[in-house]
């Protein structure tokens, strides 16, 4: 139990959150409320960590400020993330990876430098929604 406390409070502390280890969530602002979530995820140690939106309710600021946390920590411990996207401007600066996804099915699978503004703009026709991009960022 001694190394669980060690895990979460460093998790905490890479989070930039130590400071609130004794206050309840529900007392939280949102954005302290999102880095919670990550150091949980993050004490628990994974090797691969699956995000589904993990900033789709935040501003663009706030949004670039947790995938920096997020696939910073996760690539400091070693760890991949994979998460889901529908912000191409946000693939292209914190991935490595993209694949857009159409009907369920993989429209592209390329490294973040070969994707062309031509993919994002046709999947975007193409399902007059917006698309689902996949990412990876790996360590």
Known sequence: MPRD???ARAALADCGI???AERRVDSLSGG???R???ARCLAQEPRLIL???PVSNLDPARAAE????LTGAARARGATVLFSSHQPDLARRFADRIVGMRDGRIAFDVAVGDLSDVATADLYR????LPDIGLRAVT
């Open 32 to 34: 302290q409320r999102q």
């Open 18 to 20: 130590a400071d609130l």
């Open 5 to 7: 406390l060690d895990v």
């Open 36 to 38: 919670v979530a990550i």
């Open 66 to 69: 947790i995938l920096t946390l």
């Open 126 to 129: 193409e399902t007059g929604a």
């Open 51 to 53: 995000a589904d939106e």
